[in-house]
Nanobody, 118 residues
Framework: QVRFVESGGGLVQPGGSLRLSCQAS????????VGWYRQAPGKERALVVS???????EYGDVEKDRFTITKDNAENTVYLQIDDLKPEDTAVYYC????????????WGQGTQVTVSS
C-alpha cells in the first residue's frame, strides 16, 4: 500500500501562494490516481483535485483556476500549487490514492496545515 507524506503548508497572507508536496512511499504510477483533499475546521474532508495516471484531473468544489496539480513520476511526488489564497482555504491538506470510482484508499497521513490570515 502506497502511503503519502504531505509538506509545504504554513501561514500565508491573503493573495499569497503556496506549493504543497505529497511524497509517496512507492510508485505513484502503481495507483489509479492521487488526490489532494482538505479538511477545514468543523467540516468534512473533501476533494480538492486529483490527477490520474494519464494526467486526467478531477476537481472538487473549488475555484479551478487557483489550484494546479502536477506530478513527478520519477520523484514519486505530487504537488498542489494554490494561488490567490483566501481565508476560506484554511484547512489541513492531505493526499491519498484514489480508485476509478473516486474512493480514497489507504490510511490518511498527518496532512499539512495551511492557514490564510492577515
Amino acid at each position: 500500500q502506497v502511503r503519502f507524506v504531505e509538506s509545504g503548508g504554513g501561514l500565508v497572507q491573503p493573495g499569497g501562494s503556496l506549493r504543497l508536496s505529497c511524497q509517496a512511499s512507492g510508485y505513484i504510477t502503481s495507483v489509479y490516481a492521487v488526490g489532494w483533499y482538505r479538511q477545514a475546521p468543523g467540516k468534512e474532508r473533501a476533494l480538492v483535485v486529483s490527477i490520474s495516471g494519464w494526467d486526467e484531473k478531477e476537481y472538487g468544489d473549488v475555484e479551478k483556476d487557483r489550484f494546479t496539480i502536477t506530478k513527478d513520476n520519477a520523484e514519486n511526488t505530487v504537488y498542489l500549487q494554490i494561488d490567490d489564497l483566501k481565508p476560506e482555504d484554511t484547512a489541513v491538506y492531505y493526499c491519498n490514492s484514489r480508485n476509478s470510482v473516486g474512493r480514497a484508499l489507504g490510511s490518511w497521513g498527518q496532512g499539512t496545515q495551511v492557514t490564510v490570515s492577515s
